[in-house]
């Protein structure tokens, strides 16, 4: 098996959750990205990033950016980062498209449902999301997402589920085996993909067609 590390940075613990899981599923080594150096995961051979979301950017990401053509050149890296608006196709492709450089775009991202607690909040981070806050009221305010992502912010939610780490240990497992980390199509998987997944895994478990994830 592919030795295999999980890196995470997280402000208010969403992503450390996930990480948690997510090692603990694959075998993987746990490290708090604040705790590391890049050149301390040497002997590693598939690296998985966590960040939370943080007006749009990933926490942490240049973590990765930055080792990408020298310490990471011969790894595998898989991403995943935690928000509370990545329910949303649209949303992902801005994240993928603020986040990842050219050089990265071969790095697939799992986007992961996270959490927000309005009184932990505070200075630049309050007046963060009190803008985005007012751009929701006055633009995207009255689509249906818009009004959930406003109630969200308004009175707080807690996303995070440990069914939603299914798609990205499954790639995990797979790359340490060696096997390809994507189906044929290279899609990246969002939240929605859960419910085609377990579609799938009833009806491979009655006798249907294995299907070719
Ligand atoms: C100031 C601020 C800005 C945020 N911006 C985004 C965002 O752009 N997109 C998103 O999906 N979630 C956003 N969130 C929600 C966080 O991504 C969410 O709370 C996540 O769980 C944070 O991960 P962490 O708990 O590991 O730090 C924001 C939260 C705060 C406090």
Redesign the pocket.
Known sequence: MKKTAVVYF???????KYAGWIARETGADLFNGHDIRRKDLQDYEIIVFGG?????GI?GIDFIRKGIRNVFRDKLILCFA?????QEEA?RKQANSINFTKKMEDIPCWYLP???DPSA?KGL?KR??AI?RKMLENGGGSSAFGNTLKGYIDDGCDLVDQKYIRPICGAIIRAQRGEPVLGGNGSVPGPDDLEDQDAQEASSSSGGDQPEV
């Open positions: 997280s402000k208010h613990g969403a992503t450390a939370g979301i943080y007006g749009g926490q935690v928000g509370i608006s990545v949303n996270g959490a927000y909040v981070d963060l999301m985005t």
